[in-house]
């Protein structure tokens, strides 16, 4: 019989085709020792089976996973669905060349009404409870039955105008319960049957969902741009959830071992307190630098950068990384080598070799040739563009670094150049009068 799990402690890097990118990096965290919230792989090969049975997953696959729960039932000491101690679990992509939010992801699966109730009493936060619950409804609904997330988003602006406010996090846990019961009606209304309680028979239709994204419109254009062979498939992981929106003391964030921009060696990244990962990239809240996490959770901060030291020595590479703190507790929720500029990937690939991480063949690889014509042209210095962009707005500076006796003068001089585009390009064009640059 063929193998198409993996537990996160059966696998390892090497099997990235398998296991796609993030199921091997995690099951390559999980043997280095990194607190990575546990859970399975379902391989590239069962998404292949599932198009070729007809977008089904045949009886084996399904065995298969349902004995996987099993298991991370056994490793976490929590019960799928279990109202007194319940798992709730995230499903994701995970191909075997990165593909960033190309693909469907379902959070929080395992979550019902008498979940919820026990959730609600044991964080002490019955509105991160519900609201949890709703945004489940509203992505099951949405990514693995197919229903529109406007009607949702209806539902939520109908409240928030009956409430009198502006923003979600202004809803109460009474008005978001409310509303957890009027997106399981627009279920029904727009499927016709009552919203699935069993999580296991939720779990089926989370990892259809994923199999069937790796064939959605952004997906196929994706791959067709960034080369990526159809015949691939995406694996599915299946892992413990982890909190950053339970309270002050949780938090969620994303890093880089070095600057992307720049390849300057150090932290990068940024970080939310109270939040779920989607919520920083999202643009709804102000991000910190990661390096005020330092202040926020000191223990976890200090174990973060020695995960951070501990990766980049492990690939010998730039690690891009996300992570959550619930509670204090950090958890490793992703890692893989980062993206870079050009101009950042010839100085990580150089400083690589003076640390003695890598071979200066093995640095020469590392450069993508078609980056290499962006580093032979001339560029203007990046610090002196800032510059330039700020003495727009400061008359007084731009007049006197043009040597214009007054603002009058100077006004005269830029007559008819009133756009901005258009002054920027004026002083770019007479370098001779910027003593400074």
Known sequence: MAKWVYMFTEGNADMRNLLGGKG?????????????????????????????DGRQINDEIMGQIMEAIDKMEGITGKKFGDAKNPLLVSVRSGARASMPGMMDTILNLGLNEEVVETLSQASGNPRWAWDCYRRFIQMFSDVVMEVGKKY???????????????QDVDLDADDLKKLAEQFKAEYKAKIGEDFPTDPKVRADGAVKAVFRSWDNPRANVYRRDNDIPYSWGTAV????????????????????????????????????TNAQGEDVVAGVRTPMHISEMEEKFPEAFKQFKEVCKTLETHYRDMQDMEFTVEHGKLYMLQTRNGKRT???????????????????EEAVAMIDPRNL??????????KALKELLQWQSNWEH???????????????LLHGLKEEKKLFWFVLRHPQKISQV
């Open 373 to 382: 014509d962006s580093l032979l042209h001339p560029q203007f210095d990046a």
């Open 342 to 360: 050009a101009k950042a990937a010839l100085k990580i690939a150089c400083d690589l070799v003076d640390e003695g991480m890598r071979t200066e």
């Open 152 to 166: 949702f988003e209806e539902l939520i602006d109908k409240m928030k105008e009956e409430k009198g406010v502006k």
């Open 237 to 272: 992981n299946v892992q413990m959830m982890a909190f950053g929106n339970m309270g002050d003391d949780c938090g969620t964030g994303v890093a880089f071992t070095r600057d992307p921009a720049t390849g300057e060696n150090g932290l990068f990244g940024e970080f939310l």
């Open 24 to 52: 091997a990096n995690l099951a390559e965290m999980t043997n280095l020792g990194l607190p990575v919230p546990q859970g399975f792989t379902v391989t590239t090969e069962a998404c292949t089976q599932y198009y070729e």
């Open 398 to 412: 731009l007049r006197e670094l043009l040597a214009v006796k007054s603002s009058s003068q100077l006004m005269t």
